[in-house]
């Protein structure tokens, strides 16, 4: 009988850490542990050895000591719980939320953890997540300096560099921390240092290099450009910055003796070049030709296509050559509140009289609130909302926007806000359809991962009613540590059970259900209308008709500090 090979997929998200495993043949999912980070998101308080501290508005900040632990957990549970020999495991893939960065020395470790504690109290010692955006101010200079010169890498990421990146983010500890600036020998992205952590070497890989650092046709932004930025930067890139850049679905290393001694592994397998937590879904989805989107629904949405050549699209996020399917240029927008939004209405607009009925139900708050919203026809209640809640990433990539809502009066109840919040997230992704139909890239076909695309038809109708699109729904609902361990087959190679192409390998271990979204032509009468006043609102407040949302968000600033 032929040996069966199986590879693991580690997810990194916002809030845990998944592992999961995956037989390489036909990707069934064996088994999958999870892990909750004990110090989730820390973006009011940073919790030290010492205390607290408070921290200012727009921070994001994660605890590099809940990575740690996670690994410690769930690689040795997930061989307890499936029951598969360590021989029989070719390769690890690993994708995290980007651009999240850590801070370290030489060896690895992050500044938060020196033993000394020198940095334990310091803010910009610890990682910075992905929605951390207190690089704003930071991210328009770069942008306005970038068409001051006419640099020619901006068309590729749509005309303006986000807060959420690379650069921003080690600029502005630089301005705001020059002690830690100075004592990092390296930023790392965080998927790059767990593939540090396990395969002892520190390498770039090439999806968040291209879409988060700035990295064109084999080159980052001129020393020159850098120079005028700030003199203190002219050679990140070659210091604090440096490594060899990965291909995805590629070998980074092998896994170390001491990783494996410590995860119960075995030594030498392949570990592939990490992944975005969005970009490693496509595979998984089996998107790999033009005109099929892959979309991520959880927290944030992201919007991801390929072409066969590099077209600029403004107000996206970037345009990378190989960076989500090789051999073609792969195209990313994305939405920064999704999840996060319902979430947040949940959690602080629910009354006590739906709690108790939620809780009398058996049925979590939300789930209660779209019930009720999903009793209501289109344009019902009148009510339209902006959905920036965590700023706008695209098309307007303007993180000093905020939320909206319109239309309400005294008969309002939470039912029509939570279901305004989800429409006024489906007008953001046709939003984004239609800016990459403008500009040449076609959109035929919609796959959807993540917990909303999987778990939620009510959202799902909504999408498909709002976009006039086919909803194509992922087979798995652990797409990203799916997609993961479809690169570590690539990684691994068709000799040691593996694949050598991409292509086999999504088409062998990709899945997508049966389930297919499809618009109600009455409902789309409806939301056309409605549309096309979420595109009056959209560029009345986020093209400069009128930046009330601005004013006030400096006058929170003044009284905040």
């Known amino acids: 009988m032929e040996r069966m090979s199986y590879t693991i997929g580690l997810d990194f998200g916002t809030l845990s850490a998944r592992a999961l495993l995956v037989r390489t043949s036909d990707g069934a999912e064996i088994g999958t542990t999870v892990f909750d980070y004990p110090h989730a998101v820390m973006d009011e308080t940073l919790v030290t050895p010492h205390g607290k501290v408070k921290l200012p508005p727009d921070f994001a900040l994660q605890h590099p000591q809940d990575y740690f632990d996670a690994l410690d957990h769930i690689l040795p549970a997930l061989l307890d719980k499936c029951g598969v020999s360590a021989d029989d495991i070719i390769g690890i893939g690993v994708d995290f939320t980007t651009c999240t960065l850590i801070p370290t020395d030489k060896t690895g470790t992050p500044l938060c953890l020196l033993p000394d504690e020198r940095f334990a109290d310091n803010p910009h010692a610890y990682v910075k997540l992905w929605k951390h955006h207190g690089g704003e101010p930071y991210a328009d200079r770069i942008t306005d300096l970038a068409v001051r010169r006419g640099e020619a890498w901006l068309a590729r990421y749509g005309g303006r560099v986000s807060s959420e990146w690379m650069l921003p983010k080690v600029w502005e500890t630089l301005d705001k921390a020059p002690d830690v600036y100075d004592s990092a020998d390296y930023f790392v992205d965080a998927g790059d240092w767990i593939v540090w952590q396990l395969t002892g070497n520190l390498t770039r890989n090439s999806c968040v290099t291209g879409y988060k650092a700035l990295y064109q046709d084999g080159a980052y932004p001129s020393p020159d450009f850098l120079n005028e930025l700030d003199p203190r930067l002219a050679h990140i890139f070659q210091n604090k910055l440096s490594g060899s850049v990965t291909p995805v679905g590629t070998l980074a290393g092998r896994l170390s003796e001491k990783a494996a001694a410590r995860f119960g592994l075995r030594a030498g397998i392949a570990v592939a070049a990490a992944v975005s ?73 629910c009354p006590a009289g739906y709690r108790d009925e939620a809780a009398e139900r058996g049925l979590s708050p939300i789930a209660l609130l779209t019930e009720k919203a999903a009793a209501q026809k289109p344009g019902q209640s009148g009510i339209l909302a902006l959905d920036w809640w965590n700023g706008n990433r695209s098309v307007l990539a303007d993180f000093d926007l905020s939320g909206l809502f319109i239309g309400m009066n005294l008969n309002t109840r939470p039912e029509d806000l939570f279901r305004a919040l989800v429409e006024a997230t489906a007008y953001g992704t046709r939003m984004i359809i239609e ?42 609902a652990q797409c990203p540590s799916l997609g993961g361990a479809i690169f570590a087959a690539c990684a691994a190679g068709a000799e040691a059970g593996g694949y050598d192409s991409l292509d086999d390998a999504a088409n062998a271990m990709g899945s997508l259900s049966d389930r297919v979204y499809r618009p109600i032509p009455e409902n789309q009468a409806v939301y056309e209308r409605l549309y096309a006043e979420y595109a009056l609102l959209h560029d009345l407040f986020g093209r400069g008709g009128n930046d009330v949302m601005k004013r006030l968000r400096r006058i929170r600033a003044e009284q905040n500090t």
């Open 435 to 476: 800016n990459y139909r403008e500009h040449g890239v076609p959109v035929n076909e919609i796959r959807a991962a993540g917990g909303i695309a999987v778990k939620n038809p009510f959202i799902m109708q909504i999408y498909a009613d709002v976009t006039g699109l086919e909803f194509r729904i992922a087979g798995s």
């Open 277 to 349: 937590d969005a970009h490693v879904t496509a595979p998984s989805l089996k998107v790999t030709a033009p005109g099929q989107m892959a979309m991520v629904m959880g927290t944030s949405s992201v919007h991801m296509l390929v072409s066969e050549e590099p077209l600029p699209v403004s107000g996206i996020c970037g345009v990378v050559k190989d960076g989500l399917i090789p051999g073609f240029y792969g195209y990313e927008a994305g939405q920064t509140c999704v999840g996060d939004h319902f979430a947040w209405f949940a959690d602080n607009l």
